[in-house]
């Protein structure tokens, strides 16, 4: 099984405590009623960032780092019929 290593960012502790499993959600033409019901909905089944995930949000998306990858696979699961 090939796994989602996400490039070193030196700002992103995430490697180090990890984090290595990235799910990348874009911002273009959502709303914030949309970013609201999908934050909400990954921290119902993640619980707080720091624990299971954490997030780093960039000029043109929000990535979500993960330690298992069946966690990041669920996400993507989770958030694939709002995209």
């Keep these: 099984m090939q796994k989602n ?3 070193h960012d030196k700002r992103i502790n995430s490697l180090k405590d990890g984090f290595v ?3 990348s ?3 273009r033409g959502q709303k914030e009623y949309w970013w609201n019901e999908t934050c909400a ?3 119902e089944v ?3 960032p720091g624990g ?3 997030s780093h949000p ?3 998306q929000m990535d979500f780092y993960f330690k298992s990858e069946k966690d990041a ?3 993507r699961i989770l958030i694939s019929e709002r995209l």
Excluded: N, Q
Aim: some cysteine; charged content about 30%.
């Design 46 to 48: 993640f619980g707080l």
């Design 21 to 23: 499993h990235k799910v």
């Design 58 to 60: 960039k000029m043109d």
């Design 25 to 27: 959600i874009p911002w």
């Design 73 to 75: 696979d669920l996400c």
């Design 52 to 54: 299971r995930f954490t």
């Design 5 to 7: 290593h996400c490039k």
């Design 41 to 43: 909905d990954v921290l």
